[in-house]
């Protein structure tokens, strides 16, 4: 390749090993690596706290992996890439493609108004298996359901590419008024929440390696049931790694599948297919995040209750399986999927609020919040969207805490005011006698919530709310 520079703009693929986009670049003589942070063109999907935090620290690491020649930004994507370019001769740009619908719409702007400078624009996939226009029916309609676009549409489809290893690249680092410290881009809240949420991870892609190397030894031979298991370390927490793109999920595939090829890692790759199926879902309906899938939900009695929503968030219901998941979301930034489902359901059918207010403080929160995913899922939830639990699957708390936590090793990590309850009444202290609470040195409404709702007449009035909705649309 001819002397020449080319931005490779890092966006969600914080990472260099199977980077295409980074490898791509590499041809150009320099290369000159850059971030954006573009609070011009999210609207109201502006990254959460959790997220704002997990992204300092990546690109702390990313910097440090690419000898402080990162670039970092701040603004409209556009106009600071017109800038560096008069400035600097770039001659191309490369990136990796994004798909959330804002920053697709985003991008196709961008290529057209650099094309149109004579500049070459080059974007690959490094976040996806399957992109999502590849997955079809044979009649070109999208997959609704997820075994067939899993079974049919994907593994039938072309496998995945193989990782590609990381580039031999030359640096080059640009340095003006207008590029920044990570510091000055403000990620890092100012409570003390962040710190906490420090001694859970170590993010960035030595941390995502880590991570997986973790997984495989610890996690995968059990993980077909083990993954129901929150107090268990069968399932691999990889959802930040994966959304901030510092582990690709063509890493994951093929390396799981390097290992052994039994159920268990059938079961990983069809979770990764899940993923795979949250972005064919967001692709083909840019509406996923606000709008019902059904439609006969826009006609859904929700009620409005601020104070069960705080008690909701604040892990205080007085419901232990729910109390426990919503704390470990706000001690560690991340829940259980299990569990996820569990809290989801208790919002949506016993509480009756708007799965809208449930995707919004997961979207905060969460250290893998991920549009595709986020929305899905509480689409799922709720029963409203492609493929849904049914409105009558209303998931019993006690239950499933007695049958996923079964020592209550969970519960008690989470919720330690309650730990000296025997396993009989952990997941129901309500229903425990006096003397028994005592002896736990449990005061119902003192120590720990009385619950908020009773589960079976909430259960009920949930039922007969979805089946006002199942007579509408008969
Ligand atoms: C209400 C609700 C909200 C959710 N919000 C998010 C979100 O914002 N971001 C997010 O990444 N996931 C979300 N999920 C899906 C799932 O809970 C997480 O992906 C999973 O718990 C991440 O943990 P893990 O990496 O240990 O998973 P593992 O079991 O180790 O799975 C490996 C990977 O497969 C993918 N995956 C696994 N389960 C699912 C699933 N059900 N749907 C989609 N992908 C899946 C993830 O990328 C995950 O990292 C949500 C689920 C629910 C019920």
Redesign the pocket.
């Known amino acids: 390749m001819s002397d020449s520079l080319a931005i490779h703009w890092f966006r969600k693929d914080l990472r260099l090993s199977d980077n295409p986009s980074l490898t791509a670049a590499s041809v150009h003589n320099r290369v000159l690596p850059i971030y954006i942070l573009d609070d011009s063109n999210t609207g109201e999907y502006a990254m959460g706290a959790a997220s704002g935090w997990w992204l300092h620290h990546s690109l702390v690491s990313l910097n440090t992996s690419l000898n402080s020649s990162l670039s970092i930004y701040r603004g409209n994507p556009i106009e600071i890439l017109v800038d560096i370019i008069t400035r600097c001769n770039v001659k191309a740009v490369y990136w990796n493609r994004c798909y959330e619908p804002w920053a697709m719409h985003r991008d196709e702007k961008i290529k057209a108004r650099l094309q149109a400078r004579a500049i070459a624009v080059e974007s690959y996939n490094g976040a996806l298996l399957w992109e999502p226009w590849t997955v079809k029916k044979n009649n070109g309609d999208p997959y609704k359901v997820f075994t067939p676009f899993y079974r049919q549409g994907c593994l039938q489809s072309e496998v995945p590419r193989q990782p590609v290893p990381i580039p031999q690249a030359t640096l080059y680092h640009h340095d003006t008024e207008s590029t920044l410290s990570i510091d000055n881009l403000g990620l890092l809240p100012n409570t003390q929440w962040g710190k906490g949420l420090e001694a859970n991870w170590i993010i960035g892609e030595e941390g995502a390696q880590a991570r997986c190397r973790q997984?495989i030894n610890e996690?995968l031979s059990e993980?077909k049931d083990g993954?129901n298991l929150p107090a268990k370390p069968?399932?691999?927490?990889?959802?930040?790694?994966?959304?901030f793109g510092e582990i690709s999920?063509h890493q994951?595939w093929y390396t799981v599948r390097s290992i052994a090829d039994n159920q268990h890692v059938e079961h990983?790759c069809r979770?990764?297919?899940?993923?795979?199926?949250?972005y064919s879902q967001l692709y083909h309906n840019p509406d996923l995040p606000t709008k019902n899938l059904q439609q006969k939900f826009d006609n859904f009695p929700w009620v409005e209750d601020q104070a069960s929503l705080r008690a909701w968030q604040k892990g205080q219901t007085g419901v232990p399986m729910v109390d426990a998941g919503m704390r470990e979301l706000w001690q560690t930034g991340?829940?259980?999927?299990?569990v996820?489902?569990i809290?989801?359901s208790f919002l949506v059918k016993n509480l009756r609020l708007h799965?809208h207010n449930?995707?919004q403080w997961?979207?905060d929160t969460?250290v893998?919040?991920?549009?595709?995913?986020?929305?899905?899922?509480?689409q799922?939830?709720a029963g409203c969207g492609a493929d849904a639990a049914p409105y009558f699957r209303i998931f019993n708390p006690i239950t499933q805490g007695q049958k996923f936590d079964p020592d209550g090793c969970y519960v008690r990590r989470f919720i330690p005011e309650i730990a000296y309850l025997p396993n009989q009444y952990l997941f129901n202290p309500w229903e425990a006698p006096e003397h028994i609470l005592k002896a736990a040195g449990v005061e119902l409404g003192i120590t720990y919530p009385k619950a908020i709702v009773d589960l079976k007449m909430s259960r009920n009035l949930a039922l007969t709310a979805f089946q006002s909705l199942k007579k509408l649309s008969s």
Not at 234 to 243: E, T
Not at 368 to 378: G, H, I, K, P, T
């Open positions: 997984f996690g993980y993954r069968y399932v691999s927490r990889l959802s930040p790694y994966l959304n999920p994951l990983f979770e990764l297919g899940w993923r795979e199926f949250s991340y829940m259980h999927n299990r996820r489902m809290v989801g799965w449930g995707k997961f979207w969460l893998d919040a991920d549009l595709a995913n986020n929305s899905a899922s509480w799922w939830v």
